[in-house]
T-cell receptor, first 116, second 118 residues
């Protein structure tokens, strides 16, 4: 079975500073990995996803993530954050070829707060 | 494309009452999903429709929960005899179903319905 651990429940960062949100997964087989963002009072929006190929994945709003198989990590990064990036970020994992929607496992989320 | 909409956005009810939530997916999306999200946690899968067929249900979906998608468009989620433990955000998502298996099919989420059971 797969699982996801988001190591930080909250990350405070100053505006224009870089940020890294950490995600580690557990799986005995290959995985697909996702990052979603949830702005206040809104649903989840897909930021980026890793399916195969290049381990560096670029997403929307200047975010990128790197898949590291040896460390079973998929950390999310942005070189310079903006106030508008204040939101909750969720890492998620599933297995390739799964036709089962129930096998998408979400982490518990990291709340990113940007200080001016 | 107006996105996924959910109604109501907030619902406060007393324990023991029945509640019903509605989800309108992106038009022409044939897959629809319901999730539950409690405070400080990520979404947990509840159930999934392909068109009008309910293909999968989580064990989280007790007998008090029922979901329908009668014409393969909008869906309703009903909770009977609500309990305080049902208090959560209920999220709906839809996907086009064009990317093969659900694991690669991008899900678009609605804003959610926040349920508070007193």
């Amino acid at each position: 079975a797969q699982s996801v651990t988001q190591l930080d429940s909250q990350v405070p960062v100053f505006e224009e500073a870089p940020v890294e949100l950490r995600c580690n997964y557990s799986s005995s087989v290959s995985v697909y990995l996702f990052w979603y963002v949830q702005y206040p009072n809104q649903g989840l929006q897909l930021l980026l996803k890793y399916l195969s190929g290049s381990t560096l994945v670029k997403g929307i709003n200047g975010f990128e993530a790197e898949f590291n198989k040896s460390q079973t990590s998929f950390h999310l990064r942005k070189p310079s954050v903006h106030i508008s990036d204040t939101a909750e970020y969720f890492c998620a994992v599933t297995r390739p070829g799964y036709s089962s929607a129930s096998k998408i496992i979400f982490g518990s989320g990291t709340r990113l707060s940007i200080r001016p | 494309d107006t996105g996924v909409s959910q109604d109501p956005r907030h619902k406060i009810t007393k324990r023991g009452q029945n509640v019903t939530f509605r989800c309108d997916p992106i038009s022409e999306h044939n897959r629809l999903y319901w999730y539950r999200q409690t405070l400080g946690q990520g979404p947990e899968f509840l159930t999934y429709f392909q068109n009008e067929a309910q293909l999968e249900k989580s064990r989280l979906l007790s007998d008090r929960f029922s979901a329908e998608r009668p014409k393969g468009s909008f869906s309703t989620l009903e909770i009977q005899r609500t309990e305080q433990g049902d208090s959560a955000m209920y999220l709906c998502a839809s996907s086009s179903g064009l990317a093969g298996g659900t694991s690669t099919d991008t899900q678009y989420f609605g804003p959610g319905t926040r349920l508070t059971v007193l």
